[in-house]
């Protein structure tokens, strides 16, 4: 959940499978296993909060609903009544008016990313890749977390989002 530590399996998924659009490459031809855990256990040491706190639970995703004209334009009424445009743009390529001017915590400028190329999507793109991070948001960046939204609601939010994506460049 938004504001919890990772569980171990997120922070194996993101040294694995690494995060596109960024500096952090896949690791999982590279390091077995074992390795990845002794990392893990490493990086743990960086903050105080894995010795003093507990993850809370990770959120559990259902089956996914089938994507059908009418969840894509409940998606799209979702989006421009969340005002997601304000960051994603209108077509979703990032390029708002505000895009240049989002800060995340530590104060630097946070990139948008095209939502239109599945090969940007730092947590994967598959749909419930999307959901997820619909639910969860991501911590410190101004992309905040719509679990308050009911689950059919970022199904179909998910399910727009998705329908814009250029497949052909995976």
């Known amino acids: 959940p938004s504001g919890s530590l990772p569980l ?6 993101t040294i694995s499978r690494g995060v596109p659009g960024t500096s952090m490459p896949s690791w ?3 390091l077995s296993e074992d390795e990845i ?4 256990k490493y990086i743990k040491t960086f ?3 894995f010795a003093e706190e507990t993850p809370k639970p990770s959120v559990e995703i259902g089956v996914s609903p089938a994507t ?12 421009n009544e969340m005002r997601c445009e304000r960051c994603h743009g209108v077509n979703l390529k990032g390029d708002s008016p505000i895009a240049d001017k989002l800060f995340d915590i530590w104060d630097y ?3 948008i990313y095209d939502l239109t190329n ?11 890749d999307i959901f997820m991070t619909l639910t969860v948001g991501v911590d410190g ?5 719509y679990a308050h939204l009911a689950e059919e609601d970022r199904w179909d939010l998910t399910a727009f989002v998705q329908s814009k994506m250029n497949t052909a460049s995976l």
Not at 8 to 13: A, E, L, M, Y
Not at 37 to 40: F, G, H, L, P
Not at 141 to 145: L, Q, V, W
């Open 68 to 79: 059908t004209p009418e969840s894509i334009a409940r998606g799209q009424k979702i989006y």
């Open 109 to 111: 400028l946070i990139f």
């Open 28 to 30: 999982r031809t590279a």
């Open 141 to 145: 960046t101004p992309m905040r977390s």
């Open 37 to 40: 855990y002794a990392v893990i």
């Open 47 to 49: 903050s105080s909060r």
């Open 118 to 128: 599945p090969n940007t999507y730092k947590w994967g793109h598959e749909k419930k």
């Open 8 to 13: 171990d399996s997120d922070i194996f998924r």
